[in-house]
DNA sequence: ATCTATGCCTGGTGGC
DNA sequence: TGCCACCAGGCATAGA
């Protein structure tokens, strides 16, 4: 599933090849994606070019003249860059024609995820956008905000390190990694931490997803960050989906246990819960 | 105000 | 082999 570096992949990705392109068309096989309504999203975004692609947390913004795409992967999304419609899979539904011929594609299996066309500079008034925390690599985020909102929490730590209005980027893959190379249990209660331990928690993801970034994420399941080009950060895992291997530190058998209903790794041995 | 449960979706898997 | 229940999960929303 597409997290902060999977997301930066694929918008450095795109850049390359959108940049300056115009948008003639849309075909929409499947337009619930898209949550404006369709003919009033078509008639704003064709003629709109592609200046540039920004990314916060998890969503992607396509700059273009007058408005901006948000668009969010959620599980499963990508986008393809075709040069014809030919072969389309059952899975592309919403695609875009450019203006040098070729076409940009959102492939989703799943379709949970979403985009929606809203007016520049309006885009961080949607509640989705403005709610969302300091970035997770973010070296200049407030520690004292952070940790401020953690303190407050009576719920697992893993819970809310995957709120994204506390930080914005993490999700399962890289919060399972953070808290084993912060030695911190999943379902550690928030506000039992102190303030060094969320500090710890805050740099090292910072430093997992630099390095997922540096490398082009992360491919595990059917997940491709875009044109088919994987990540290599998969090869440096060192819990997550490893359950029944040795823990890389104590060679114990890791884990998998749920935490607010999602799958959760962990070495039981490094990372235990506090004595209450 | 906080927190948890549910719905959105489909492909893959395991049981029979 | 085929059928089916079940699981994966980010986020919005409803409900406790």
């Known amino acids: 599933m597409p997290e902060l570096p999977e997301v930066e992949t ?4 795109l850049k390359n090849f959108l940049i300056g392109q115009k948008i003639r068309k849309v075909i929409a096989p499947y337009p619930n994606i898209i949550k404006d309504d369709l003919d009033s999203f078509k008639d704003k975004i064709i003629g709109q070019q592609f200046n540039d692609i920004l990314r916060y947390g998890k969503y992607l913004l396509f700059q273009l003249d007058d408005y901006v795409l948000v668009s969010h992967l959620r599980m499963e999304g990508k986008y393809f860059i075709r040069n014809s419609l030919k072969e389309l899979s059952k899975h592309e539904h919403v ?3 450019l203006d040098n011929g070729k076409f940009l594609s959102y492939h989703d299996v799943r379709k949970f995820g979403t985009m929606e066309l809203v007016f ?3 885009e961080f008034q949607l509640e989705s956008l403005s709610k969302l925390g300091f970035e997770a690599n973010d070296e200049n985020a407030d520690i004292n905000i952070i940790y401020e909102k953690f303190r407050k929490a009576n719920r697992p730590v893993k819970t809310v390190l995957l709120d994204q209005t506390v930080i914005t980027g993490l999700g399962n893959i ?6 084993f190379l912060t030695k911190i249990h ?9 303030f060094d331990e969320v500090s710890n928690l805050i740099k090292n993801a910072r430093t997992i997803l630099n390095k997922a970034i540096a490398l082009g994420g992360t491919t595990i399941r059917t997940y491709q960050s875009s044109l088919g080009v994987d ?3 998969q090869n440096e895992l ?3 989906t490893l359950v029944g291997k040795p823990c890389p530190v104590c060679s114990t058998e ?3 246990i749920k935490v607010g209903g999602r799958g959760t790794y962990l070495c039981p041995n490094c990372q235990k819960r506090k004595e209450l």
């Open 10 to 13: 694929v918008k450095e990705t």
């Open 95 to 97: 695609i875009f024609e």
């Open 120 to 122: 520049k500079g309006t």
């Open 174 to 179: 890289y919060v399972d990694e953070t808290l």
């Open 186 to 194: 999943p379902q550690e209660i928030a506000s039992h931490l102190s």
């Open 231 to 233: 990540g290599r950060f």
């Open 238 to 240: 060192n819990v997550h």
């Open 254 to 256: 890791i884990i998998k």
